[in-house]
């Protein structure tokens, strides 16, 4: 007791208690501001000219699986004796699966964006082997298939029309670019919002 009443250790104490509390509150107040710009992500970035939320990324990427999912059916219930179209079928189906599952996880948005960018080319491909075949065949599958082409498509815009990689750039250049931030980021501990990239 007597050795913490010696000013030496006493000013010893109030560093270390001013350290943590510098990394304390520095951690807090980045962290509260890195969750509202990935929370972007999901539920979409405010367009302050427009007035409103532009959709967020994670709802265009399930519509995008729906679509795909549309097209496969067209092709699996019609034209299955096709084997180049049930072997893009196949890759399709698997990009598919994948991304779906990188959303159920709660993956990173680079991480969906890798999974988005399969499935595109899954989808490009499928969707070139089956379009000749439906039209060949003259029935109503043409009008669905290029509504589900459509909506992928829809989608990608909508995605690069959010405003969410904005969002990220703007938190790293107003936030962790200025100062005290570009001095203190060593000691920043928080997961940074991602590019959707």
Do not use: C, W
Request: hydrophobic content about 50%; charged content about 20%.
């Amino acid at each position: 007791m007597r050795h913490l009443k010696k000013q030496p250790v006493a000013i010893f104490i109030a560093l270390v208690l001013m350290t943590l509390s510098l990394v304390y509150g520095v951690n807090r107040s980045v962290g509260e501001r890195a969750t509202a710009v990935k929370e972007q992500f999901y539920h979409g970035v405010f367009d302050g000219q427009a007035g409103f939320y532009r959709p967020g990324i994670q709802g265009q990427l399930t519509q995008r699986t729906t679509a795909a999912l549309r097209m496969l059916s067209i092709g699996e219930y019609n034209h299955r004796e096709d084997e180049a179209l049930v072997t893009a079928g196949l890759d399709l189906h698997e990009a598919r699966l994948h991304l779906i599952d990188l959303l159920a996880e709660g993956a990173t948005p680079h991480v969906l964006f890798q999974a988005d960018q399969d499935l595109a080319l899954a989808a490009l491909r499928y969707y070139a082997l089956l379009h000749p075949l439906v039209v060949s065949a003259e029935g109503e599958d043409l009008a669905a298939l290029e509504s589900a082409e459509h909506t992928m498509l829809g989608a990608a815009r909508v995605i690069a029309e959010s405003g969410y990689n904005e969002a990220v750039g703007l938190f790293n250049r107003n936030v962790m670019g200025r100062f005290p931030m570009n001095v203190l980021r060593s000691i920043v501990f928080v997961q940074m919002p991602e590019l959707f990239a």
